[in-house]
């Protein structure tokens, strides 16, 4: 059983490994065996060290996911250094604002990394798949998959966005080999959460629906992640996961 979820042999490819739950699922495929290639922003000395620590090995790339004209020629460069067997598309960011106020400025910086990146990152890698014929994409969705949050109006449509792109291109993938699935976290204990957890009414709220009543960790989604990269999913193909405590039952 456990030969289903190893890594070994395999390597995974994490954007927005620097932090949070980037970091922690890179991690996580080293430690179910995977060496990584990270990208990232800005340096990654932790997550390159930690990784090394389990005995694998990981190459870095600065990339900046904002930049979407010069995505594409960045993937070819890393596309054409590695074999790249796993991908988890995890970089994002998020902008509150009312709707009314809403920037055209913060829209498209939200629209840009949270789902042109994840289409653009996708193709580039999935064409070394589609040749092999094997291959696993995972994609970071959210609960803003499904509903429509209050104030973040650019990262529900990029996350709704997400889990469609996901599920058209197992569509397309799934019969040659390469499975594409999404894992959407609740709430979970990040920066990008930092402004709702120290809002004490919001925060109380936010735990009063989550029937586990706990914010969510990063640790708890590394085994979501594993199992979607492990050959235990290989007849997984366009499935949002969902892992928050419960929320979505509510």
Not at 1 to 15: D, I, Q
Not at 153 to 160: D, E, I, L, T
Not at 193 to 210: G, M, P, V
């Amino acid at each position: 059983m456990s030969n289903l979820f190893s890594l070994e042999g395999r390597t995974a490819l994490v954007t927005g490994a620097g932090r949070g739950i980037g970091q922690a699922i890179a991690i996580a495929f080293a430690e179910a065996g995977a060496d990584l290639v990270l990208v990232g922003s800005s340096p990654m000395e932790e997550t390159e060290k930690r990784i090394a620590e389990l005995g694998r090995t990981s190459t870095s790339y600065l990339v900046d996911l904002l930049d979407v004209p010069n995505i594409t020629q960045s993937f070819q460069k890393i596309v054409s250094e590695n074999t790249i067997d796993i991908v988890l598309n995890n970089a994002g960011i998020i902008r509150r604002e009312p709707a009314i106020e809403h920037t055209l400025e913060n829209w498209q910086s939200v629209i840009d990394i949270n789902l042109s990146a994840v289409f653009i990152v996708s193709q580039q890698v999935a064409k070394q798949m589609l040749e092999r014929g094997s291959g696993k994409i995972i994609n970071i969705a959210s609960l803003l998959s499904f509903q429509g949050g209050i104030t973040v109006p650019g990262y529900a449509a990029s996350k709704h966005g997400v889990a469609g792109i996901t599920k058209a291109f197992a569509n397309e993938w799934a019969n040659k080999g390469v499975q594409i699935n999404a894992i959407a976290p609740g709430y979970i204990s990040t920066a990008n959460t930092a402004a709702l957890r120290e809002d004490e009414a919001r925060s109380t709220a936010i735990l009063e629906r989550i029937p586990a009543g706990r914010w969510g960790q990063v640790s708890d989604l590394v085994g979501a992640a594993v199992f979607l990269a492990s050959t235990a999913s290989d007849y997984v193909n366009g499935h949002v996961l969902v892992v928050d405590g419960g929320w979505m039952s509510r």
